[in-house]
């Protein structure tokens, strides 16, 4: 049997003020194609299909002509909920749409009933689990006190392991979470090699670190919630999000593992990719180096973060930037260095200065060691003289004599 694992699908997610949805279009639109090259069987998709709870209806139609692509290609689907999905609305007349092979998960016992898939070889198993609030499932195991992801989670897997001895089939367990290898260091390591840009405090995105020893005993583990492709062990893998989300993941893969079980189990997993409507780009320069620089002309056409080292903000610097990267979205500035800086304090720094030498001062500190020019001295000294009347003119006076 061969499975096509994914996740994340975030419809309705922006990127940076734009809409992801005709990337989202093209991307999802190429599942059936890779379903009928490869013999897929059944798509799975863990989690985090809306990014809101409350998806435009716009977003349901989108989803729905997915769903009958891949069912027209020839797989099943099984979909479960995560973290950014509003369980009930998408598991709306689920019951009807298992009729039809479309079986969305959101019910938080529903792993107590595992999706079956068939083959010529039998039957596997598919534990799918959707997001489990802790909190919000208190009745789940009923006299447990199962507070942290990783406790209740523990409880539905070691569940899970009794469910699959006593049926006797191959396993599929699907989860939403943030799995990592090991706990402590190895836990921190993890959370660094995933690269969202997160910090180290037990959760992740809000969710609590699950040790993938909890995932023990079955043969492959489709995890959901982290945007990049990972490997935690050979049988526990994230997909990531099928576009991309956030610069930070621009050097990462968009795709799926195509997992496949032999009669013994698993067998293995092999990625296929994904197209990618329009790459990420990130540069860096002065802005007259990014709008003369021949060799950035592979990026006219990508999402561009261009990172601006000039010692002064340029005036109007988007507009510039996207007459020759439309699509530029999101600009940093990080002003080249100019000489060490002195640490001194601020009553050193201004001891025995004009007002128009503070000024020039710290105007050198904040723009890398660029002072004030000619035209910018004089129009500060017009602007103290305005303000501060007689007491500014002698200020301004005092500093003319140094200039």
């Known amino acids: 049997m061969r499975l096509l694992h994914t996740s994340d699908w975030h419809l309705g997610r922006s990127f940076h003020g734009n809409s992801t949805l005709p990337q989202l279009r093209e991307v999802l639109g190429a599942i059936p194609g890779i379903v009928r090259e490869h013999g897929i069987d059944a798509v799975l998709v863990s989690g985090d299909v809306f990014d809101h709870a ?21 797989a099943t689907v099984v979909i479960t909920s995560g973290n950014h999905d509003n369980a009930a609305r998408l598991g709306f007349q689920s019951e009807w749409a298992a009729l039809g092979g479309v079986h969305v998960v959101t019910h938080a016992d529903a792993f107590r009933r595992p999706v079956q898939l068939t083959d010529e070889l039998g039957t ?7 997001y489990l609030e802790p909190m919000l499932n208190t009745t789940l195991f009923p006299g447990e006190q199962l507070r942290s992801h990783q406790a209740l989670l523990g409880r539905v897997m070691d569940e899970v392991r009794a469910l699959a001895a006593a049926r ?30 997160l910090v180290w405090d037990l959760t992740a995105g809000g969710l609590d670190v699950v040790p993938t020893a909890v995932f023990a005993g079955v043969d492959y583990v489709a995890l959901g919630h982290i945007h990049g492709r990972a490997e935690l062990t050979a049988q526990i893998r994230y997909s990531g999000a099928p576009v991309h989300f956030s610069f930070s993941e621009a050097a990462k893969p968009r795709g799926g593992w195509i997992v496949e079980l032999h009669a013994e189990g698993y067998h293995d997993a092999t990625w296929v990719d994904f197209p ?13 180096e990014l709008l003369g620089d021949a060799g950035l002309a592979e990026h006219e056409a990508s999402w561009v973060e261009a990172t601006l ?45 004009s007002d128009v030498d503070i000024v020039d001062e710290f105007l050198g500190l904040v723009r890398g060691g660029e002072r004030l020019d000619e035209s910018e001295r004089e129009l500060i000294r017009a602007v103290i003289t305005q303000v501060t009347g007689a007491s500014g003119a002698t200020a301004v006076a005092a500093e003319g004599g140094d200039s």
């Open 54 to 74: 409350a998806p435009a209806a716009e977003l349901y139609g989108v989803l729905a002509s997915v769903i009958q692509g891949i069912r027209a290609a020839g």
């Open 276 to 288: 990618v409507p329009r790459p990420l780009a990130r540069i860096r320069g002065t802005l007259d």
């Open 309 to 353: 080292t000039d010692a002064v903000r340029p005036i109007d610097a988007m507009r510039r930037l996207r007459e020759r990267f439309p699509h530029c979205a999101h600009i940093e500035f990080a002003p080249a260095a100019r000489g060490e800086r002195v640490e001194t304090s601020y009553t050193e720094r201004v001891a025995k200065k």
């Open 168 to 197: 006797g089939n191959r396993s599929v367990v699907m989860a939403h979470c943030f799995a990592v290898n090991g706990g402590g260091d190895a836990a921190e390591s993890e959370i660094e090699k995933a690269g969202e840009g």
């Open 124 to 130: 596997v198993d598919v534990y799918a689990i959707p």
